[in-house]
């Protein structure tokens, strides 16, 4: 097979673990005779200081003429510490999403048996747990107008907005992902309090029958963030709106041990971008201390979707045996082990596929 991927790597130690996954990339398209073609663009914190923009049209005509998208991470604290920026690197984020038509966000989370001891949580508690979170991208609060701050500056104002459509399709998405699963899905909402919560309950549950094969149940978010830190070995599929999506899952990311190992899909009209869910950790920026594997397991949901299953399922068993060896950075590093460098992780991992 010929891909043609974009690779954005963004800021902070984007560039860093999107390099180890092309690595690895690499030698997954030697193993299995593919010719991978990689065109690279700025987006973020990086495109606003060469271009002033964060998604420059540049950037957008690589991602349309891609098959795919491999995304790194943005922000810059120069401008997360700048509440009176006019241009921010998130800005991008959002027009990247909305001009490309992603409109579902699939975040994994599977626990490595081998990790579980890692988490915060008991490890009886999170041994097991495999569920997926389906969050609405483009829509709801991120994007709904009016949208700002009042003259004198003491009155700030969102807005909420769902379509009929907007629902519809995600949760059409929502219920085909649980029948291939296991056929049992989790529709999040505020119903009790919140308008387009009560559009989505609605529209859900006329669904519903459509897909009789698949148990759903309703749950308040509130609810649902103190269920999956409690028994989150109980969710299957997971779907609710923008804002409650982005809070749930980087709540669900910790349960795994560490924010580095989860992998991200964005999929919509045409062209999907994955990406790790974590952020661009500007902190560890130029130090070869960052954890590559959620960027790496992208990579590995990124050729599964274009239908290489076997090359995904190498990345996973080489990711695998990278965290049995105990050659992890270290936000994974037992007590008795010694922390690896971001390019020794990806260097173990590539060897290994």
Sequence with gaps: MELKIALLPGDGIGPEIVGEAVKVLNSVAAKYKHTFNYQKALVGACAIDATGDPYPAETHAVCQGADVVLFGAIGDPKYDNNPSAKVRPEQGLLRMRKSLGLYANLRPLAVFDSLADRSPLKTEIVKGADFLCVRELTGGMYFGRPQGRSEDGN??????????????????????????????????DKANVIATSRLWRQIAKEMAPQYPDVTVEFMFVDNAAMQIIQRPTHFDVIVTENLFGDILTDESSVISGSLGMLPSASVGAKVALFEPIHGSYPQAAGKNIANPMATILSAAMMLEHVGLEKEGKAIRDAVNKAIEAGVVTEDLVSAAGKAASTTEVGDFIAAAV
């Excluded at 769902?162 to 529709?187: P, S």
């Design 155 to 188: 009155t700030a104002y969102d807005t909420c907005v769902y379509t009929r459509e907007e629902v519809e399709r995600i949760l059409h998405l929502a219920f085909g992902l649980a029948r291939k699963r296991r056929k049992q899905l989790t529709v999040v």
